[in-house]
């Protein structure tokens, strides 16, 4: 169900309102006070906007990220297991009423935008496109962004956004929700004209939404049901990943590793988490004696390594069954993989030596294996999390900041609460709960 004042009037009374956000346009600035005549959900983003941006022309969409950052960034999301259903339902009927289809992530930036291709030009030329930020903070009021803000459904017509360049447009968007948590994953939007901000476009993409989460739901049962079979029988857990997709392994904020090869998912135990790691690190090669030493926070015998590399190539070798090659069985004399694998943890390294510190927030998720003790992993995990810390902590904006602060390893870190509340703007409706959060520090340190 949704508010009424978030749906927008019937067209008499729409005409009325645009004529009204015309006016509120004109008087920014001046004490006529013309905002009263906006709907009370465009009013209160206007509101919001105005915190970030004085000037409604200046209110532009930054490009984030693009090309094979924008490809890796939105393969990793969650979001991308709800596409098949956002494209059945929506995109392609969309495109055939000459609308476009975007879903973002939650926190404004555009991952795909699909639909009709005359119109998806026309709309980069606004800059709305995958990679571009469309947050509130961004560009001000529009149905994406205020959809995040508000967590509710919305639509937004012509000169009801923010922003000049986007008033020849309108837009309707729903939020997308983790079907576990409620936390908001991600917004789904469908923009064109006036057909774009219909009732019925309104119920379409909520349809769309709800199908969407309960698609999240199935995969999430499918994935629990996957890893109970594994306990039981000891076998690695499988799931189809994207075709296409490079062989990886995914270890930040995990007990224990998941590895993908030729599309396929399996989890892994945490030694034979660490083992792999360790291989993925060295692609020239580790002996049995240099393993021992890395993996075995004490003394361990070479027997002891070589039984469990034994282990890990034959499940690797079961799961690869039917790939072309010789899948990631790793060969011996020394222990190497036979190519390369890509490993989240050197993704965020990655983007940390570049500057792109959103990417790396982006695709951090936690310390790399939280559980392990080995030497090795320890000193990765120390590595990881020291350098994005610091990076954050002496280069990052403040958005990066508070996106940081959003981590469980930064709930205590006192210096970086402290560096947002001295780098937040003394309007912003940010600070005070930072404040609080210092406060809570306080009184539980000391």
Known sequence: MHDSNFL??????????????????????????????????????????????????KAVPELVFAGSDLEEYRRAHPLAAAMPVIRQLLVRPGTESGLLVAVGDELGRLLWVEGDDVLRRRAEGMLFMPGTDWSEQSVGTSAPGTALASGRSIQIAGAEHFSRQVHSWSCTAVPLRDPET??????????????????????LVE???????????VERLQDADNA??????????????????????????????VV?????EAALSIRHSELLTLLALHPEGLTADELSVMVYPE???????????????????????????????????????????????????????RGAYRLALGLYRG????????????????????????????????????AYLALAEARHDVEAWSLALRLLPLRS?????????????ERDLG
């Open 299 to 353: 003394s361990a015998s070479v027997s002891t390594v070589r039984a469990e590399m034994l282990r890990l190539r034959n499940l690797l070798g079961k799961h690869s069954e039917g790939l072309p090659g010789p899948g990631l069985v790793p060969q011996s004399r020394p222990y190497r993989l036979p190519h390369g694998l890509v490993i989240d943890a050197r993704q965020v390294l990655g983007y940390l030596e």
């Open 182 to 203: 409620g936390s908001v994953l991600g917004v789904v939007d469908i923009t064109g004209r006036e057909e774009a901000v219909a009732e019925h476009t309104l119920a």
């Open 207 to 217: 349809a769309t939404v709800a199908a969407a989460e309960a698609q999240l739901r």
């Open 367 to 402: 310390p790399v294996l939280p559980r392990s003790d080995a030497p090795a992993i320890t000193a990765l995990r120390s590595e990881v999390s020291g350098v994005l810390r610091q990076a954050v902590l002496s280069d990052a904006g403040i958005d990066a900041l508070l």
């Open 260 to 264: 993908t090869v030729g599309g396929r």
């Open 429 to 441: 409706p940010r600070r005070a709960s930072v404040v609080a959060h210092l406060e809570r520090l």
């Open 228 to 257: 109970r079979r594994r306990r039981l029988t000891g076998g690695p857990a499988r799931r189809s990943a994207p075709a296409g997709a490079p062989d990886r392994l995914q270890v930040l904020g995990r007990d224990s590793a």
């Open 8 to 57: 927008l009037p019937p067209r008499r009374s729409a005409e009325g309102l645009q004529r009204a956000a015309h006016l509120a346009h004109e008087s920014l600035g001046s004490a006529d006070g013309f905002l009263r005549w906006l709907r009370a959900p465009v009013r209160e983003s206007w509101q919001r906007s105005l915190r970030h941006h004085t000037d409604p022309d």
